[in-house]
């Protein structure tokens, strides 16, 4: 997950759908943030998992990144039938504008299909950085990888400034 060359652990802390992890850069006191999410597909769920993400925050003001398997659309146009839960997607917006998180641009395809089948593809998984992230890595670069063995493509957040 990280380069030890560069980062240190300082601590963790795991939630029934997030795992957050504080790091301190080697030889230098800038600490940053990032939670591991695998969200739920109930409406329950995810506002337990909202709910969860905002505590996550509570304690420090580091630069955060949540990434993962949301199991939610920000748009219509991220699932190929265009059939879209409003209601959470709604709450799924109100938590990025309350932390003050950005869902920087995606240029790419969808990251999942069932079943490989093509027509029914969506995009749940994501990066979402706080303002202090993005200030910190200007040059954030989003990619998809190659699929393996999943009915998930993985995604990769990369910056050339470390």
């Not at 999410?37 to 709910?51: A, E, I, N, Q, S």
């Not at 997607?89 to 309350?98: A, G, K, S």
């Not at 393996?148 to 910056?159: A, G, K, M, R, V």
């Amino acid at each position: 997950m990280w380069d030890e060359n560069f980062f240190n652990l300082v601590s963790s802390s795991c939630g029934g759908f997030s795992i957050t992890c504080l790091f301190q850069m080697v030889g230098g006191d800038f600490n940053l943030a990032f939670t591991g999410v695998y969200g739920p597909h109930t409406r329950f769920d995810k506002l337990r998992m909202w709910k969860e993400l905002l505590c996550a925050r509570d304690g420090w003001s580091s630069p955060w990144c949540i990434g993962g398997d949301f199991n939610e659309i920000l748009h219509g146009h991220e699932r190929s039938t265009r059939v879209c839960p409003y209601k959470t997607m709604v709450e799924f917006r109100d938590l990025i504008n309350y932390s003050a998180l950005m869902d920087p641009p995606w240029r790419g395809d969808l990251t999942w299909s069932r079943s490989g089948d093509e027509g029914v593809c969506s995009r749940p998984d994501r990066f979402l950085v706080s303002i202090e992230w993005e200030e910190q890595f200007l040059d954030l670069i989003r990619k998809r990888l190659s699929r393996l063995l999943f009915d998930h493509f993985p995604i990769c957040l990369e910056t050339s400034k470390l």
